[in-house]
């Protein structure tokens, strides 16, 4: 048995999953944490961040996906987005498999969105091989029309919770971590810098995990290196939730976008969870307004599966109202940092586009660019903003194809 929490950062596995993945006192993965039973010393079976791969690993062994599930796969997730009215995506951590599966789609006139791929340089939790540089060298065999591998995914840090997240300030004094405890980086500025700008020389994107305002300093500061080298390749800090007050100004100094995800940050089980480990600061996550206001571009993204829905109406809405759309919680997240419903529907269009290295081909209605586009029941941006959530999708668009709706 193998179970992941929300945020697919970490694990719980049973005995057998322990045995068969080869972890035990004497063996503990090098990567990741593993939590270890305080009366015998024994895995508990919790681990967190890179520490659950082996369990994966001995899973996938048991046999896996074939091409034709992979694909399979591969269209209905396309399908459900397109039921929400999304036409363009970027998948932001794929393996050969879903390379595969999404060009085959392609080429076989079967992929009826825009997919920027992101390709692993390393690997905290999926247990993907190859990652890294061998897979860099195979991206470009599955580039299609529709089906981009034009960007590298970095995990940088894991997820505040499991207080992995990398923080300027010190999280509270924990048993475990003490009083001085800050979280860790999975990469040094050098390193960091190092692969960016080997990415940057292949011509790829970046798109860097980070959920701490301390690593996402740490890519500004990369950031900053590379743009100093010449390099003007995109990079995207996702999910920029927590960032320094004094780090804002330098996403738009520097060009590197924003990638929030308000589905994750609603006020219920996340933002409690966070507010767990972090006390006050849980309040001050996503400053949507602060980053517009300074002239970053703010791409808006679900974070599916991690979030329940990739429902566009319930990221617009929440951006307006910084509430819950669906009513399952009260309160309101840092509610000075609302931007307009204006805003919020260009956040989720061209803003993504753009952040996607897509913004030439699709994210407005222009002469030119391609015809994907949703039609809605009414006009849910002029509308009341508590209401967005409910208006219903019509019909959906690709290509100037009907792909959703009668």
């Given amino acids: 048995v193998m179970l992941m929490e929300d945020s697919r950062h970490n694990r719980w596995v049973s005995s057998r999953a322990l045995e068969l993945a080869g972890i035990t006192a004497e063996h503990v993965p090098e990567s990741g944490v593993t939590l270890l039973d305080p009366d015998d010393g024994t895995p508990s079976g919790v681990l967190l961040e890179a520490a659950g791969i082996p369990v994966q690993e001995a899973y996938d062994r048991t046999g896996g996906l074939t091409p034709q599930q992979h694909a399979a796969a591969s269209r209905r997730g396309v399908e459900i987005l397109n039921s929400y009215g999304v036409t363009a ?58 089906h981009r591998p034009d960007f590298v995914k970095i995990f940088l840090d894991g997820v505040p919770p499991a207080r992995t997240a990398a923080f300027l300030d010190p999280y509270p004094a924990d048993p475990v971590h003490g009083a001085h405890f800050h979280g860790e980086t999975t990469m040094t500025l050098d390193e960091l810098t190092r692969w960016l700008r080997a990415v940057a020389e292949r011509g790829l ?34 999910h920029g939730q927590f960032l320094a007050e004094s780090d804002i100004p330098r996403l738009a100094e520097l060009n590197v976008s924003a990638d929030i995800s308000p589905f994750i940050w609603y006020p219920g089980v996340i933002p409690q969870a966070l507010a767990d480990v972090l006390g006050d ?31 566009t ?22 509610p000075e940092q609302a931007i307009t419903a204006q805003e919020a529907l260009e956040v989720f269009t061209i803003n993504a586009a753009t952040a996607m290295g897509l913004g030439n081909e699709t994210g407005s209605l222009s002469p030119g660019k391609s015809a994907d586009f949703v039609v809605l029941a009414r006009d849910a941006i002029a509308g009341p903003a508590d209401e967005i959530v409910h208006t219903s999708i019509e019909s959906t668009w690709f290509a100037g194809r009907r792909v959703h709706g009668d």
């Avoid at 970046?206 to 900053?224: P, Q």
């Avoid at 319930?314 to 759309?325: F, H, I, K, M, N």
């Fill in 89 to 146: 995506f970027q998948d932001a951590g794929v393996s050969v498999d879903i390379l595969r599966a999404l060009s085959d789609l392609d080429r076989a006139d079967d992929l009826r969105a825009w997919v920027v791929s992101s390709l692993l340089i390393n690997d905290e939790i999926f247990g993907f091989d190859p990652i890294g540089a061998p897979l860099l060298d195979r991206g470009e065999e599955f580039r299609t029309p529709h």
């Fill in 205 to 238: 994107g970046a798109k860097v995990h980070c959920t701490g305002d301390g690593s996402a300093r740490l890519v500004l500061d990369a950031a900053e290196q590379l743009r100093a080298a010449g390099f003007t390749t995109p990079v995207q800090i996702a």
């Fill in 281 to 311: 600061r849980a309040e001050h996550s996503q400053p949507n307004r602060s980053l517009l206001d300074a002239g970053a571009l703010v791409a808006g993204g679900s974070d599916w599966p991690v979030s329940d829905s990739p429902n």
């Fill in 313 to 334: 109406l319930e990221g617009l809405q929440g951006l307006v109202t910084r509430a819950d759309p669906l009513g399952r919680a009260p309160g309101r997240l840092w």
